[in-house]
């Protein structure tokens, strides 16, 4: 995303929001015109189910079973799905109205009976040239977790995956462990983008030390932008995540913060890496802006040798080209010849001068 996009987007957000009142629910982000996909997954150390339902009140005979189900919607457009959703599951309509707005920042809110916790899932888009950002809303409760998307698809399949299978010991655990199981796939999959990045910088360098070229440096600057919107996302993620290892919910069994310890160690992790290819990025600009520099000397030397050798030549050029009458070497017989002997010579004689000073 460019700092153009950024800024329309703040602003569009902004002017969309005004004036409303606290808990109103008015989606603010992109338009969509799908429908939203609700997905439930419902388990426990012998049982597992997962399906698809057409209308969000499927999902409400499920906040009392002694199970643990997951709640996952794919589009938050229509707000009366949310609206729905969060009433019935007792949430506060701050947290629904946090829920479609899609720019918030990442945080995590204790509302004793459930846990609210915002961020943002990162992947590469454009052929991956430039990073996009998708708000998660994830509520923990009791016996259920409920998650919010923008779109359709995921980091989570691993996750699926795991549950439909029955590996590790997520199928053991409770709906603590089940949101930490998502909120450390969403961190996990920050190493995947960090990696490309390092790839792309690798390849910047070898361009630069090869034949930095225009084009280089407007790399150079995207590069930048891309790495400023990801350190946007991903520093107050470490706020949510120490958030949670201080947390004294009851909803957090004591076994889940050695995980939630994990994903803080995580996310210092790749926030240092961002810091690091930033102070890489800002060398490699200072690199290209020096080459170029010397680049532009080497040419300035190069044409302030060749004119300091046509200074004498043009000098007798133009003594010898004013023709006044009594010039005495006008009528001399090999006049013309000598010109060019002195000529030759005095170009001999700088060049010579030049190559033992290493200017050539």
Not at 16 to 44: C, F, M, Q, V
Request: net charge negative; charged share 25%.
């Amino acid at each position: 995303m460019s700092g153009d996009d950024i800024i329309r987007e703040i602003s569009y957000k902004a002017s969309k929001k005004a004036g409303l009142a606290p808990g109103s629910l008015i989606h603010i982000g992109e338009e969509r015109t799908e429908k939203p996909r609700i997905t439930i997954i419902d388990y426990n150390r012998d049982n597992y189910q997962e399906r698809v339902v057409e209308n969000v009140e499927e999902c409400f005979p499920f906040k009392e079973y002694p199970t643990v189900t997951w709640i996952n919607i794919d589009g938050i457009h229509q707000v009366d799905i949310i609206e729905k959703l969060g009433t019935h599951f007792g949430l506060h309509p701050l947290v629904m109205e946090d829920i479609v707005h899609t720019n918030q920042r990442p945080k995590m809110e204790d509302y004793d009976s459930y846990l609210y916790v915002v961020l943002k899932m990162l992947w590469l888009g454009n052929g991956g040239a430039d990073v996009r950002a998708e708000q998660i809303s994830i509520i923990l409760g009791k016996n259920f977790v409920l998650s919010f998307q923008e779109l359709e698809g995921d980091t989570f399949d691993f996750v699926r995956e795991r549950l439909r299978n029955a590996k590790g010991r997520i199928r053991l655990m409770g709906a603590d462990y089940l949101a930490y199981t998502l909120l450390d796939s969403i961190v996990d999959n920050y190493f995947i983008i960090i990696e490309k990045f390092g790839e792309v910088i690798e390849e910047l360098e070898e361009e630069l030390v090869e034949n930095p070229e225009p084009v280089t440096l407007q790399n150079i600057h995207n590069l930048k932008k891309e790495m400023i919107y990801m350190r946007k996302s991903v520093w107050p993620l470490r706020e949510v995540i120490s958030g949670l290892e201080r947390s004294e919910s009851h909803l957090l069994e004591d076994t889940t913060f050695v995980f939630l310890k994990d994903v803080y160690d995580h996310t210092i992790q790749v926030a240092d890496s961002i810091e690091t290819y930033r102070d890489v990025l800002s060398g490699i600009l200072d690199v290209y802006l020096s080459s170029i520099s010397n680049k532009m000397n080497e040419v300035m030397k190069t044409l302030t040798i060749i004119a300091t050798i046509f200074i004498p030549l043009t000098f007798l050029a133009g003594m010898y080209g004013m023709n006044f009458r009594y010039m005495p070497e006008l009528d001399w017989k090999w006049g013309y010849p000598a010109v060019w002997v002195i000529n030759i010579l005095i170009f001999i004689s700088m060049y010579t001068y030049f190559h033992r000073k290493n200017w050539l």
